[in-house]
C-alpha cells in the first residue's frame, strides 16, 4: 500500500492557528528547519511556510533565519547574521554581561571583542567610570555609556559585515607612520563560540587568530560563553582552558568540562550565583 504523502499526514492539521502551534513545536524538536522542509512536511506552499514563520517570529516562539528558522534554544549556527544572534538565548547574555562587569575596575584598560554577548557586557558598565576600550566590533562602541569611558579606540583590519566586526592585529599605528604601537590591557573580555574540555573555539580562523591575540596582550583573561556552547568544537581553535582566568556563563558546567575547567586553574563565575 502505498505511503501516505504530507498532505494526508497533515490533513487534521490544515486550521491555520492548530498547524503553527505544531510548526512551532516541530521547530523546537528539531532544532534548525528550513522553508522547503517545512513546506513538504505540512504540505502546505512556501508562502504560507513563509508567513507562518514570520508570526511565529514576531510571536518570540522561534528565530527566523535567512531560508528557515532555528528553536530559542538553540545557539546561532557559525557565523549567522548579527540579528539573528541578538534574539537568541538573550536573557542568559544579559546575565553573562552583568556578571563580567564586575570583573573590571574603574580606571582599567579593557580589550573587548565582537560577539552579542559582549554587546549585553558593554551595557553593564554604566556603573563603571574611567575605562579605556578598545574592540573589534562596529556595534559594541554604541553600547557603553559615555559616562564610561576614558576613551575607546577601534582595532582596524577587514570588516566582516555578518558579524559588524574587523579582523586584524591587535594593535595601532601613529598618525604619522612609523611600526606598530605595541598595546596592554588590564582584562580582555572574550565572547567564544564554544567551549571544550579540548579549549575555546570559534568558527573563523581570522576571529581566532584575533582573539587569541587580545588574550596574550592582557594581564587577566575572561572568556564568556553561554551554556549552550557547552562540549561543542567549532573550526578554529583559539587556545586551551587555561588561557582564562575566568569563565563567565549561565550555568555551572559538569562532568568532563567542569574537571578540565578546574584542572586548568579557571574560576568559574555563574551569573546570578551568590
Known amino acids: 500500500m502505498a505511503s501516505a504523502g504530507p498532505q494526508e499526514k497533515r490533513k487534521d492539521r490544515q486550521l491555520p492557528a492548530g498547524r503553527k502551534a505544531d510548526l512551532a513545536a516541530y521547530v523546537a524538536t528539531h532544532g534548525q528547519v528550513t522553508v522547503a522542509g517545512l513546506a513538504e512536511e505540512f504540505g502546505v506552499s512556501i508562502d504560507t511556510v513563509r508567513r507562518d514563520l514570520d508570526q511565529l517570529s514576531t510571536e518570540g516562539k522561534l528565530i527566523r533565519t535567512h531560508g528557515g528558522a532555528v528553536s530559542n534554544d538553540l545557539g546561532a549556527p557559525p557565523d549567522q547574521g548579527l540579528g539573528v544572534r541578538l534574539r537568541i538565548r538573550v536573557t542568559e547574555k ?69 558579524t559588524q566586526a574587523t579582523t586584524g592585529p591587535v594593535s595601532f599605528r601613529p598618525t604619522h607612520g612609523g611600526p606598530a604601537m605595541d598595546v596592554q590591557a588590564d582584562i580582555a573580555i572574550i565572547a567564544v563560540g564554544a567551549v571544550s574540555a579540548d579549549g575555546y573555539s570559534t568558527s573563523n580562523l581570522g576571529d581566532s587568530a584575533m582573539m587569541a591575540e587580545m588574550m596574550s596582550h592582557a594581564n587577566k583573561v575572561a572568556v564568556l560563553a553561554d551554556s549552550s556552547k557547552f562540549d561543542h568544537r567549532l573550526f578554529a581553535r583559539i587556545g586551551g582552558l587555561e588561557h582564562a582566568d575566568y569563565f563567565v556563563t549561565d550555568r555551572e558546567p559538569d562532568g568532563r568540562l567542569w574537571e578540565a575547567l578546574e584542572g586548568a586553574g579557571v574560576e568559574v563565575v555563574v551569573a546570578g550565583a551568590e
Open 94 to 162: 544579559d546575565a553573562i554581561g552583568a556578571a563580567a562587569a564586575g570583573l573590571v575596575s574603574d580606571g582599567s584598560v579593557i580589550f573587548v571583542n565582537a560577539g552579542t554577548t559582549t554587546m549585553a557586557f558593554g551595557r553593564h558598565l554604566r556603573d563603571h567610570r574611567d575605562l579605556t576600550i578598545a574592540t573589534n566590533s562596529l556595534v559594541f562602541p554604541a553600547e557603553v555609556p559615555a559616562t564610561a569611558l576614558r576613551e575607546l579606540f577601534l582595532f582596524g583590519g577587514s570588516v566582516r559585515t555578518v
